[in-house]
């Protein structure tokens, strides 16, 4: 007796939300598998890459790399931006995203209400203040943009470097740096963002 999928069971399977350790397995997996490899799990020096590929070896020394060493990381980020538009155009949930309620009454107390539902599929975001129809929304995404991937490139290693790869390697430089991710984020959350919101 042949085994019969039925597509609309399997499609709501996937599409639900899951379990938090399943990601976290994942990510395990991929940076023992990278270990092994005798690679580091980081997606920051991507943009070093591009940077690279694009001319910019050719204008500073910074962007001189063996891009071949790194197409690997290069179809991780396309892998990501694909998996991205998969999930957020056929997999999304009208369910807006679980959260604490200490977390929804915090952010209503700074102006951002909680979405009864989710017809757009987009989660938990405040759209009100981050889009690109406002002058307001376009300088939170560019300013924002700026930082991240300045402080990544500062920093040698962005969040997944240093508080995945970099951490159980047990490196001291990424564990000073996971710190400093953690009081950045507190800042942010508790005196950076409401100030944002109430501009």
């Known amino acids: 007796m ?19 350790a399943v990601s976290g397995a994942a990510i395990a997996l991929v940076l023992a ?13 991507t943009f070093k890459a591009f940077c690279s590929a694009a001319g910019g070896n050719k204008v500073s020394d910074f962007f001189k790399m063996d891009l071949k060493d790194e197409l690997w990381r290069i179809a991780f980020v396309v892998g990501g931006m694909i998996g991205g538009y998969i999930a957020t155009n056929f997999l999304s949930s ?3 995203v679980a959260i604490s309620q200490s977390t929804v009454e915090h952010l209503s107390s700074i102006g951002i209400a909680y979405p009864e539902s ?11 203040l981050l889009n690109y129809e406002s002058l307001k929304g376009i300088l939170l995404a560019v300013g924002g943009g700026f930082l991240v991937g300045f ?13 995945i790869s970099g951490l159980s390697h047990m490196q001291l430089p990424s564990l ?7 009081i950045g984020g507190l800042l942010m959350t508790h005196f950076i963002f409401p100030f944002l919101v109430g501009l």
């Not at 085994?3 to 938090?20: C, G, K, R, T």
């Not at 989710?118 to 009100?128: E, H, L, Q, R």
């Open 2 to 20: 042949g085994l019969s999928i039925n597509a609309s069971s399997f499609w709501e399977f996937i599409s639900q939300p899951w379990h938090w």
């Open 118 to 128: 989710d017809a757009k599929g987009i989660g938990f975001v405040p759209t009100s």
């Open 94 to 96: 009208p369910d807006p």
């Open 176 to 182: 000073i740096t996971v710190i400093g991710f953690f």
């Open 151 to 163: 402080g990544a490139r500062y920093g040698d290693g962005c969040t997944s470097g240093h508080a």
């Open 33 to 45: 598998l990278m270990t092994w490899m005798g690679r580091s799990f980081g997606v920051s020096t």
